[in-house]
């Protein structure tokens, strides 16, 4: 193969990296799309289809073994027709045919494999296939040629499989059950993870271990309203374990996919946007929480990774970095003692490597991964001396190696980092972040919104996509974010917009719990709902949340209604494994523990820099003051305001300064009228 020319394949979207990257190759791909299954249909050919993402490493290496194999591509070639989908463009599409997968076998992953009817009907799944069989598994030419054989000479028993497989799923769906949320629940995921919780080393389980920040949160939460240090404990133990260990960048920021051993010391060194917007707001909870430096380092350190390398320079974020450099995992991160002393000189280049692990014996592949696992000095290094060693590494790392990117800029994942960066900004008294989190949603509405409806992903200049649930969700949980320590009423209408639409195309009414694909949108074989809270929470835990805190600002009843459909429906997805709900039962922690609101009105009497500081106050109570809500009427947004939450036309703006109101469960209390004694009192009924 190396010695023919490549030919450019025009048949699949070049705009997406994980689809351009394989661009030059001899199978003929397809987008997904009407044109692919008329084809099959025209030549009577079953689909292949292969779902995987641009910085998955075994979707590179399907693609270099299998795909690029000459043999293998003629006969994809001759006798399928062959389809290629980014999962991260079609979540849809990869969770039907996941669900496919797991269904037949047990488990999925990626590259998702799908042998289907050109009337989109799987009849076989897998995951990976070498181009021969080897160790037991299948091989990627024996199982096609199999498969084109059967096509043609038993093709009624095929179809018969595939009518069965469909059945399957259409009942899987209609026979989700309802019951009534209770702390029953919340309490038996705390003991789930108490029963796997790795004292020594922080995480729950063997491993591979991965970071799910969002059973942190729930620990973190369910530590405060229980008042349950076990909880705190192991939420504090893993977020510091995580970040000694070389699931962390010590010369970048951010942290990487997941760890492939128990210690966190040696990662899959890819990196993901939403994992690191996760791990930023589990961080900064934590150090809202206790104060300690650590957290708000490793949280500013995230944030320096993002502002670094994956942020586009009119403020959308990019998804996330391979694992590989030069075609080797990890090449990129790992040092020896020899690299760090010709960078910083032998005195200093000496001192880092004893603080960082980095030996002549390495601990990766004959190379160190810096970390700080055996520093008992480890929240010693949380300096600005330290940033600026590692900062000259990591100018000359960048020079040495380079990562490729997945410049996709998606509305779910950038809802999610918008998310973190505005609750940072409130938590750590960083204005900065906030003015991120305002950049990156204003490109969102530009950029990424089309005739009142979202699109999914923007890269090249160009938008393209349905939305789906999650970048609704996802999106209005930003939104009302940045209303939480802005207060600025245009976002809370726009959540409430976009959050009407989302209920509008994607909830079931009859069933409850939300699709992942619009009512108006591309229709597939089966209509599906997620509520596994997985590597990142499911649409359905994402609506759930934007449900409730639009309920307990606004007072809404329309809100309400939906809001107790949803729950009482996610109760039930639940019953089977609760702790894969984490981010679900966050939500419903909120509606079953007590919660409190919080009303200022402000005179327009008040300063510029008085109302300044009384913003970012309220803005910081939001954001650290569990189950709190905060709403902000002054003269020029009570109107409108009045639209949204009619119950503020009850509160009256003062003359001078500002009254604040606070509801604490069904009890309300006399306005103040200094932010010192509502301090006060929210201290005393911690």
């Not at 930023?280 to 502002?307: H, P, Q």
């Not at 940072?424 to 972040?433: D, F, I, N, Q, S």
């Not at 639940?574 to 509606?591: C, D, F, K, Q, W």
Request: glycine fraction near 8%; include cysteine.
């Amino acid at each position: 193969m190396d010695n023919q020319k490549k030919i450019p394949n025009r048949l699949i979207n070049e705009k997406s990296p994980y689809l351009q990257q394989h661009a030059y190759n001899p199978v003929q791909w397809h987008p997904w799309g009407k044109e692919a299954f008329e084809k099959a249909r025209v030549e009577n050919k079953p689909v292949f289809l292969s779902i995987g993402y641009s910085t998955c490493h075994w979707c590179h290496v399907m693609e270099r073994e299998s795909f690029e194999n000459q043999e293998i591509a003629g006969l994809l070639n001759r006798e399928f027709i062959s389809v290629k989908v980014d999962r991260e463009e079609r979540p849809d599409v990869d969770s039907v045919y996941m669900s496919v997968c797991q269904a037949m076998n047990g488990q999925g992953g990626w590259p998702l494999t799908i042998i289907m009817t050109p009337g989109c009907r799987p009849f076989f799944a897998g995951t990976y296939f070498p181009p021969k069989s080897r160790y037991g598994r299948a091989g990627l030419e024996e199982l096609l040629t199999i498969v084109a054989e059967q096509w043609k000479e038993n093709r009624e028993k095929l179809l018969d499989k595939a009518g069965q497989i469909e059945a399957y799923l259409n009942e899987q769906e209609k026979m989700a059950v309802s019951i009534k949320p209770d702390k029953n629940l919340v309490h038996k995921v705390f003991w789930q993870f108490a029963d796997s919780f790795d004292k020594k080393n922080g995480g729950f389980g063997e491993a591979p271990k991965f970071p799910t920040p969002h059973n942190l949160m729930f620990l973190l939460e369910y530590g405060v309203r229980e008042k349950k240090q076990e909880a705190l404990d192991m939420a504090e133990t893993t977020l510091v374990q995580m970040y000694r260990g070389g699931i962390f960048d010590h010369i970048g920021g951010g942290f990487s996919r997941y760890s492939t051993d128990e210690r966190w010391l040696v990662p899959h060194f890819e990196k993901m946007l939403y994992d690191n917007a996760l791990l930023a707001i589990s961080y900064v909870e934590a150090f809202g929480l206790t104060g300690r430096k650590l957290y708000e380092y490793a949280a500013r350190r995230i944030f320096d990774y993002v502002e670094a390398e994956l942020t586009d320079p009119e403020g959308g974020f990019y998804c996330g970095q391979d694992a590989d450099s030069d075609g080797v995992e990890g090449k990129y991160y790992v040092f020896t003692p020899e690299e760090v002393e010709k960078v910083l000189g032998k005195e200093e280049g000496q001192a880092f490597c004893r603080r960082y692990g980095i030996t002549v014996r390495g601990n990766f592949e004959g190379k160190s991964i810096p970390n700080l696992l055996e520093n008992e000095d480890y929240e010693k290094v949380c300096e600005d001396q330290d940033r600026e060693t590692s900062k000259k590494l990591y100018d000359y790392r960048i020079m040495r190696a380079r990562l490729h990117k997945d410049d996709k800029i998606l509305v779910s994942w950038n809802g999610l980092m918008i998310s973190a960066y505005a609750k940072a900004g409130a938590v750590l008294g960083e204005p900065g972040y906030i003015d991120m989190a305002v950049r990156s949603e204003a490109f969102i509405n530009r950029f990424l919104v089309k005739e009142g409806r979202l699109l999914v992903r923007f890269r090249d200049g160009e938008a393209v996509g349905e939305g789906k649930l999650d970048d609704y969700a996802c999106y209005v949980l930003a939104l009302l974010e940045l209303y939480r320590v802005t207060f600025q009423v245009s976002y809370l209408e726009r959540a409430a917009v976009w959050t009407d639409i989302m209920i509008r195309q994607f909830f079931d009414k009859k069933r409850g719990g939300f699709y992942i694909n619009a009512s108006d949108g591309e229709q597939l074989i089966v209509r599906t709902k997620e509520t596994y809270d997985g590597a990142l929470p499911s649409g359905n835990s994402a609506a759930v949340r934007v449900l409730q805190q639009l309920y307990q600002i606004t007072g809404e009843i329309k809100w309400q209604e939906v809001l107790e459909k949803q729950l009482y429906y996610l109760a039930g997805a639940m019953e089977g494994y609760p702790s894969g709900h984490s981010y679900a039962l966050l939500t419903m922690m909120n509606v079953l523990y007590p919660a409190k609101e919080l009303v200022c009105t402000l005179s327009s009497a008040c300063g510029r820099e008085e109302r300044k500081h009384i913003i970012k106050q309220l803005g910081y109570l939001a954001e650290s003051v569990r189950g709190l809500s905060v709403v902000v009427k002054k003269g020029e947004n009570q109107e409108e305001l009045g639209r949204l939450a009619p119950f503020t036309e009850d509160y009256p703006i003062p003359e001078d300064g500002a009254l604040y109101y606070l509801c604490s469960g069904s009890k309300c209390m006399p306005p103040f009228s200094e932010m010192s004694q509502l301090l006060k009192k929210l201290d005393e009924d911690k």
